[in-house]
């Protein structure tokens, strides 16, 4: 079988932290990215979660990643906008962006605020069924970050800074062509298309006119492909759980049989009113996983594949998983170190 070219490789880090001590758990997350470029990872990318013990605020701890990384790309998956004032986030964005040297990439999706009812007049400003969380939330975000001038050509701010032509601030350049959309519906994925949104892709799903995970997610990877407005070529991130056994110790190979056993049965059907599907966790000696890859029809389509780490394990777990997958995974695949 000839090898699977796989251009980028990148991982997804949960961001886990104790509620009791939760700079430990951050600090290991910060090392965990150091540790990735220097295995020579294309792309390090976080979870942005609210109310859980994760990373509230990708924006501001992908700001001290700048700082601790040079090279590596720095994502986020995904900044669900119904949380977000789009101007005040493409500012963060845009500063973030600045202090990395053009590495961020930011994943996005549409839709209510999902805690949104338990936070109630802590959050929203006004009459919630009013307010406005469809896809229009993400343009007003995207056009911000075309920073285009505002008001008049004539208009002025005049501070002690001096007297400037508003615009946002830092700009930039770049930015808008960064923005991913994490879909899970044909509808999504067009839109994400038509609007110059590359897409991000993972081991969840919508069972709209199938039950099968991969002919859904390739029916998804195909409307995106047709559909393409954007300026450049379409770009692919597909996510997998991968958890390579070479380089772990008996105990630990049995944990992740374990886990990925625990979590068979939702793949075999869909699940909840949602009909939401599932693909299996991958798991195995490096060989085995190869042949599984390189048989994943989604990949030959693929920019960048993602490989998304669990919940909840420690982090020697997760150094050990990208360490084989960095040296005994990825380069089998076509993939080379940068």
Known sequence: MALLAIPRLAFLVP????????????????????????????GAWVRQRHLEPGISSAATFLAAATQRTRRIGLGVAVIQMGY?????????????????????????SAGPPPHGSLLGERFHDGDPPAIDVSHARIGRLA????????????????????????????????????????????????????????????NINTAEHA????????????????????????????????LPTDGA???TREHYRAFAAGRHARTLAP???????????????????????????????????RVELPYNFAADDYRQILADIATLVAPRLGWAAA
Do not use: C, M
């Open 211 to 242: 039950d099968d995970f991969l002919a859904v997610q390739a029916r998804h990877v195909a409307t995106f492909r047709a559909h393409w407005r954007g300026t450049g070529a379409p770009r692919i991130a597909v996510g997998r759980v991968i």
């Open 84 to 108: 977000e004032n789009p101007f005040r986030l493409a500012e963060d964005l845009s500063l973030v962006d600045v202090l990395s040297g053009g590495r961020l990439e930011v994943g996005l």
């Open 249 to 251: 110790d008996a105990a």
């Open 271 to 305: 699940q909840g009113e949602r009909r939401t599907l599932f693909a299996p966790d991958l798991v195995g000696p490096a060989a085995e996983l190869v042949e599984r890859l390189r048989a994943d029809p989604i990949l030959p389509f693929a920019d960048t594949l």
């Open 15 to 42: 961001g886990n932290y104790d509620d009791a001590d939760p700079r430990k758990g951050l600090e290991e997350t910060l090392a965990l990215l150091a540790e990735g470029e220097a295995l020579g990872f294309d």
């Open 143 to 202: 056009a911000d970050l075309d920073g285009d001038w505002l008001a008049q050509p004539d208009a002025r701010i005049t501070s002690a800074a001096g007297s400037h032509r508003p615009r946002l601030r830092p700009y930039a350049p770049g930015l808008r062509q960064r923005l991913w959309y994490g879909a899970g519906s044909l509808r999504s994925v067009r839109w994400a298309a038509e609007n110059g949104l590359h897409l991000l892709v993972g």
